[in-house]
Structures are given as structure tokens and as C-alpha cells.
């Protein structure tokens, strides 16, 4: 990392601060995954990691290569577009297996599904994935 | 059929390729090409065409998407880092939709999806409801009115 050294000390502020902005949030997600008690709430705290998480490293990316290469380097943020486009999809999957399973073994907590009308814990396919 | 059935596609091909590469005339016509070529594959499976009738207020909605990631954000961060005396506050929140169209909807699931502490679970289509799950379930009508008021209206200008 030679090219480093060259690093003007504002871009070096900026790279380092939202370098740290992103992890920070990626490892606060992962302790959220261990600490928060439900699934449906552990569904939440990787979110922090896919969303500003992502942000972060990439704008930091983004900042280091535009100033050390001198020319724009901004094809991370395709990084960024496609993460947040992709999480629903798995996110999805992973919520309807769960409330499917919940249903399925008669949990109160969890409310019963809008399809069938009094359908609790019905065999019925997961109806209403989006789109 | 037209020469270029998805216009809107070739160009973010477009875009893409030359992100990737480089911004040169030669990348410019290869990328184009492959995008052309691509779009006539997309066409072949026949999806569904999205209508953007309002595209002035597309930055509009990405700002204050943009901002309530960043504050929600935060708020996540904070309820992990606090520790077991917020708990019992999160919960299921069923929402009527009236918002119909395909793309708008994707569009939706990708905003509630992204902003930590909400959860798309469960749509259903006959009658529009949608299930989330908001981690911090303070007030229910608050978060109705984020969906409703805050995203909703603006997704059904734009593509109703």
C-alpha cells in the first residue's frame, strides 16, 4: 500500500472515518444477531450491515481510488445498488419460512395468515410474496 | 416490435457497462450493442412493463428514503447497544395497501426492507395487506403513517 502514503490528509480523514462508520455498523449488526431474543427481531440487525454497513465501506472506497487514481472511481456504488435490490429477496424467503414453521405450530403470538381468512397454521402455500 | 422495447433498461445497461469499464466511445458502442441484445432477450420473456408518470419526483423519493436509512440507522444501533431493558417492544403491523402496481410495490418492499427495523414478511395480493414486523412497536399508527403517508402516496403518484 505505498499509494497510501501519498493520501492528502483530508482524504485520509474521510476514508478512515467512513471506513469505521461501516464496520462499525457491520459488527453492531452482528452483535444485534446474537443478542436480540426472537428470529423476527434478529431479522432486522443485519440490515444495519446491508444498509449503511455497505455505505460506508464503499463511499470509503469510492473516496481512496478517486483521489489516489485521479480519475472517478465510483462502479462500488453498483456494490451498493445491487446489495439493497438483492436483501429483500432473501430476507423474504427467510421471514416466510419462518412464519410458515411458526403457523404451522400453532404459535399465538404470531398473527394468523391474511389468505384464508381463519386459516391459522393452514397447510396453505405462502401466498403474497411480493409481486 | 420495436427496436429498443425497454428503453429504461438499455440505458442503465448502458450506464453499467461503461461504470465498469470506462467512459470511451468504444465502450459506449460495445455496451450498447449488448444492451440492445439484452433488452431483446427481456422482451422475450414478456414482463411486466412499469410506467414512471412522474419522474421529477423520483430524487425526491430516494432523498428522503436515503434519510430515514440514516436515521433508522441509529435507531437500530441504539436499541442493540441499550441492551435488554428495551425489550417487548417490537411486534407484527398489518397495513392495507392500496397501492397495486408491481414495480411501485418491489419498489416498497426494497425501502421497508432496507431501512433497518422494519420487515416486509408477507403481502397478499387479493386484498392488499401487508405484514411487517417493526422492531421498535411504539406507536402503531405512527409506523402505519410512515408506510402510508410517507412512501405509499409518493410510489402512487409516480407510478399510478
Given at each position: 500500500m505505498s499509494q497510501a502514503a501519498d493520501l492528502p490528509l483530508w482524504a485520509a480523514i474521510a476514508v478512515s472515518a467512513f471506513l469505521l462508520l461501516g464496520s462499525a455498523l457491520a459488527l453492531i449488526g452482528t452483535i444485534g444477531l446474537t443478542r436480540l431474543p426472537t428470529f423476527y427481531e434478529r431479522l432486522h440487525a443485519p440490515t444495519l450491515g446491508t444498509s449503511w454497513g455497505t455505505g460506508g465501506v464503499v463511499m470509503a472506497s469510492m473516496i481512496f481510488f478517486t483521489v489516489t487514481g485521479s480519475r472517478p472511481v465510483f462502479h462500488e456504488i453498483l456494490i451498493g445498488i445491487f446489495v439493497t435490490v438483492t436483501t429483500p429477496v432473501t430476507l423474504m424467503l427467510l421471514a416466510q419460512a419462518a412464519l410458515h414453521r411458526d403457523r404451522a405450530e400453532g404459535d399465538a403470538n404470531v398473527p394468523p395468515s391474511a389468505t384464508a381468512g381463519t386459516g391459522a397454521g393452514k397447510e396453505a402455500p405462502a401466498a403474497g410474496t411480493a409481486d | 416490435m420495436s427496436v429498443l422495447p425497454y428503453p429504461l433498461l438499455s440505458l442503465s445497461l448502458v450506464l453499467m457497462w461503461m461504470t465498469l469499464n470506462s467512459f470511451t466511445i468504444g465502450h459506449l458502442l460495445l455496451?450498447?450493442?449488448?444492451?440492445?441484445?439484452?433488452?431483446?432477450?427481456?422482451?422475450?420473456?414478456?414482463?411486466?412493463?412499469?410506467?414512471?408518470?412522474?419522474?421529477?419526483?423520483?430524487?425526491?423519493?430516494?432523498?428522503?428514503?436515503?434519510?430515514?436509512?440514516?436515521?433508522?440507522?441509529?435507531?437500530?444501533?441504539?436499541?442493540?447497544?441499550?441492551?435488554?431493558?428495551?425489550?417487548?417492544?417490537?411486534?407484527?403491523?398489518?397495513?392495507?395497501?392500496?397501492?397495486?402496481?408491481?414495480?411501485?410495490?418491489?419498489?416498497?418492499?426494497?425501502?421497508?426492507?432496507?431501512?433497518?427495523?422494519?420487515?416486509?414478511?408477507?403481502?397478499?395480493?387479493?386484498?392488499?395487506?401487508?405484514?411487517?414486523?417493526?422492531l421498535d412497536l411504539v406507536e402503531e399508527q405512527e409506523w402505519t403513517d410512515l408506510v402510508k403517508n410517507r412512501y405509499e402516496r409518493l410510489l402512487m403518484e409516480i407510478f399510478e
Open positions: - | 455496451g450498447g450493442i449488448i444492451a440492445t441484445f439484452a433488452s431483446w432477450g427481456m422482451a422475450a420473456l414478456r414482463p411486466h412493463k412499469p410506467r414512471i408518470r412522474r419522474w421529477h419526483l423520483l430524487p425526491y423519493l430516494i432523498g428522503i428514503v436515503l434519510y430515514d436509512i440514516v436515521r433508522s440507522n441509529i435507531a437500530v444501533v441504539s436499541i442493540i447497544l441499550a441492551g435488554r431493558s428495551h425489550r417487548q417492544r417490537s411486534g407484527f403491523l398489518a397495513i392495507h395497501l392500496d397501492l397495486k402496481d408491481q414495480t411501485a410495490l418491489a419498489i416498497l418492499a426494497v425501502i421497508v426492507t432496507s431501512t433497518p427495523g422494519t420487515a416486509w414478511l408477507e403481502y397478499n395480493s387479493s386484498d392488499g395487506t401487508l405484514l411487517i414486523h417493526v
